[in-house]
């Protein structure tokens, strides 16, 4: 006899002893457990609403037991008079009223003779003892509040569970369930701290023998692993007799992963502005290094002893300036020259000329026929595509395959991964390999410029680095799954565009076209100033020079109708070069302005050029470029 009331416990042993019956009591579901352990009844009577494990959980997880399945189960309980009962759903035989003790008596008599007799089971419906019963509304009441909070409970996203003295499980929603991945009728009753895994057992113990935990405030534990989950873990006492406690288990897996990419996004953010700063220093050093080796060989004899040797520092310089143009790439001011792409070309090019120099691995491409283009700088893409190549390459030093493939995709097929794709149609370039793979800890690095496992002096961490930035400038996506000694998979979406791929256009010729017109260089860099005034005079030009932007103002207000072409630096303390340009279309709006940068045309120098500058031209240049941008300028 299961029931939290004493009355009704001494009502019934004195009642079924009477009978000749041997009669076990429990005042609660969690105390009749402990009961069960050691002794198998032939009936249980079992009230509906106590502490500890309700009467219906209780059903539940004896019908759940292989050794009690023969105990038949029996409701005595008041509640079953004022509220919708289906005993079939927790495993009860039947269900008997509470009400006045000679009718009650009766009926459980009944119901023992029944049992003694194996009587079949009643139908869901019925409830025996009802007319016995008298309604009462307060009783209504109650039972209305108890199935609010129990629909409350069932709703919460979080787990909620009830734990006794003992630490044991007597209630938990829903929620709980589904975190704890333990069905309720085993649930019920378990000790808390045992559904966790070994190495976190004891962690949550000594949070549970806290000194006086259920005298104090709420307290949480910041994180503990859950069945491949972050949770935190808080509990709050309950101001009882009992000493009862309410464990609250949330789930913040998603949390910590939108954290991670947030904290990833901001340092890439700020590796990226690091990277583009230094890459722009080094292009402004480069330019005064190229401006002189320019001058140098403009009237040289290339018989002369020292002409191959200068040559040779011009060919240093152009490395110099892919490097930088690699910082450039990751710190997403790579982008030059946009137009629709067909990225299956660039793959077939790029694949034939890679193939020419690793004959040890095998390419296998399947190529979309139907791709769609998209839009971005041939130039960028075609470095992504060899960057992949060479890191796919130094993964299978012996030798392996190559997979390149391409497709059409939707916002559906990205969705998921470490980034929030916006919507649209995407094109999909897959780079994989059979080579050595990669760990967890190297992957998470893997687009940080200048990580690279290779050893000293093979390779300077820059290619996946410049990848990941130009892949990101053409508002794409970069994935990356690995596995060691299996391989790696590179995964690019780009955005999918409806405009028609255009054909090449001819690259310009390299030779030096002078002029006669008169040139205003602003340059806050004293080297590139006196080394662009050199050029410019080498090329027939008169020359005016200014070290800033208030400067540069000045003297074009003074002498505007002498100057023909501003060449601007973008990046200069105080006023730059947007501001300048700003200023010098309100001086004289027909002005020609060339504007000149160690940082590419994406960002602000394409906003300028969008608001009606004439041209730009990225450090360093060769003495050649210059010429030719001058003279179409001057010529339009």
Same mark, same amino acid.
């Given at each position: 006899m299961v029931d939290n009331h004493p009355v009704i416990l001494k009502f019934m042993t004195q009642l079924l002893e009477k009978e000749g019956c041997q009669v076990k009591t429990a005042q609660d579901g969690l105390s009749a457990l402990e009961v069960l352990e050691d002794y198998i009844p032939d009936v249980a009577f079992i009230d509906l609403v106590m502490p500890n494990i309700s009467g219906d959980k209780l059903c539940q997880i004896i019908r759940g037991m292989p050794r009690l399945r023969d105990v038949r189960l029996i409701i005595l309980s008041a509640a079953v008079a004022e509220q919708t009962m289906n005993s079939v759903e927790f495993g009860a035989h039947a269900c008997i009223a509470?009400?006045?003790?000679?009718?009650?008596? @009766?009926?459980?008599?009944?119901?023992?003779?029944?049992?003694?007799?194996?009587? +079949?089971?009643?139908?869901?419906?019925?409830?025996?003892g009802l007319e016995d019963v008298h309604f009462r509304?307060?009783?209504?009441?109650?039972?209305?509040?108890?199935?609010?909070?129990?629909?409350?409970?069932?709703?919460?996203?979080?787990?909620?569970?009830?734990?006794?003295?003992?630490?044991?499980?007597?209630?938990?929603?829903?929620?709980?369930?589904?975190?704890?991945?333990?069905?309720?009728?085993?649930?019920?009753?378990?000790?808390?701290?045992?559904?966790?895994? *070994?190495?976190?057992?004891? @962690?949550?113990n000594s949070f549970l023998r806290a000194p006086d935990i259920l005298s104090q405030e709420t307290q949480e534990d910041p994180t503990l692993e859950l069945n491949g989950r972050e949770i935190t873990l808080s509990i709050s006492p309950v101001r009882d007799?009992?000493?009862?406690?309410?464990?609250?288990?949330?789930?913040?897996?998603? !949390?910590?992963?939108?954290?991670? !990419?947030?904290?990833?996004?901001?340092?890439?953010?700020?590796?990226?502005?690091?990277?583009?700063?230094?890459?722009?220093?080094?292009?402004?050093?480069?330019?005064?290094?190229?401006?002189?080796?320019?001058?140098?060989?403009?009237n040289m004899d290339p018989g002369h002893p020292l002409y191959d040797r200068i040559s040779s520092i011009e060919k240093h310089v152009e490395s110099a300036a892919k490097l930088t143009g690699q910082l450039l790439g990751y710190a997403r001011k790579g982008k030059y020259e946009v137009k629709p792409l067909n990225l299956n070309r660039l793959v077939e090019e790029t694949a034939e000329t890679f193939a020419r120099t690793k004959k040890e691995i095998c390419i296998h491409? +399947?190529?979309?026929?139907?791709? *769609?283009?998209?839009?971005?700088?041939?130039? !960028?893409?075609?470095?992504?595509l060899l960057n992949l190549y060479v890191n796919a390459a130094?993964?299978?030093?012996?030798?392996?395959?190559?997979?390149?493939?391409? !497709?059409n995709t939707t916002l559906k097929e990205i969705?998921?991964?470490?980034?929030?794709?916006?919507p649209g149609c995407y094109v999909l370039l897959t780079v994989a390999d059979t080579g050595t793979g990669m760990d967890e800890k190297t992957m998470e690095r893997i687009f940080e410029p200048f990580f690279t496992t290779k050893e000293m002096g093979r390779g300077t961490g820059l290619g996946l680095a410049s990848a990941y930035g130009i892949v990101k400038?053409?508002?794409?996506?970069? *994935?990356?799954?690995?596995?060691?000694?299996?391989?790696?998979?590179?995964?690019?979406?780009?955005?999918?565009?409806?405009?028609?791929?255009?054909? =090449?256009?001819?690259?310009?010729?390299?030779?030096?076209?002078?002029?006669?017109?008169?040139?205003?260089?602003?340059?806050?860099?004293r080297m590139i100033l006196e080394v662009g005034q050199q050029l410019l005079e080498s090329m027939g030009y008169g020359v005016l020079t200014a070290r800033d932007g208030k400067e540069?103002?000045?003297?074009?207000?003074?002498? @505007?109708?002498?100057? =023909?072409?501003?060449?601007?630096?973008m990046v200069m303390p105080e006023m730059n070069g947007g501001d300048v340009y700003d200023r010098m279309k309100q001086i004289n709006p027909g002005i020609k302005v060339l504007l000149s940068s160690g940082y590419s045309v994406e960002g602000q120098a394409s906003e300028i050029l969008g608001r009606g500058c004439d041209g730009f031209i990225q450090k360093p240049f060769h003495m050649a470029e210059l010429s030719q941008n001058i003279r179409s300028l001057l010529q339009q």
């Open positions: 509470k009400g006045p003790f000679p009718e009650m008596a @009766k009926h459980v008599l009944a119901a023992l003779d029944q049992a003694e007799l194996g009587g +079949s089971e009643v139908t869901p419906e019925t409830i025996i509304e307060i009783t209504k009441e109650l039972l209305s509040v108890k199935k609010h909070l129990e629909v409350t409970m069932m709703s919460m996203s979080e787990g909620i569970l009830e734990l006794n003295r003992d630490s044991r499980v007597v209630y938990a929603n829903p929620s709980a369930l589904s975190l704890l991945e333990v069905p309720e009728e085993r649930l019920l009753g378990s000790y808390f701290p045992d559904l966790f895994s *070994h190495a976190v057992r004891e @962690k949550v007799e009992e000493g009862t406690a309410i464990v609250v288990l949330n789930d913040i897996t998603t !949390q910590k992963r939108l954290e991670s !990419q947030l904290l990833h996004a901001q340092k890439m953010e700020a590796i990226g502005t690091l990277a583009g700063g230094i890459a722009h220093d080094f292009n402004n050093l480069l330019m005064a290094i190229q401006g002189t080796v320019s001058l140098l060989l403009l491409k +399947s190529l979309a026929d139907d791709l *769609h283009a998209t839009e971005g700088d041939e130039g !960028q893409i075609e470095q992504v130094s993964a299978m030093p012996g030798g392996g395959h190559l997979v390149l493939s391409t !497709q969705e998921g991964k470490l980034y929030e794709p916006k400038s053409h508002g794409g996506y970069i *994935h990356v799954d690995s596995k060691s000694s299996v391989g790696t998979t590179f995964k690019i979406y780009l955005p999918a565009s409806d405009k028609a791929v255009m054909a =090449d256009i001819p690259k310009a010729n390299k030779e030096v076209t002078k002029g006669h017109e008169t040139v205003l260089l602003v340059d806050d860099e540069a103002v000045k003297i074009y207000s003074e002498k @505007k109708d002498e100057i =023909d072409l501003l060449i601007l630096d």
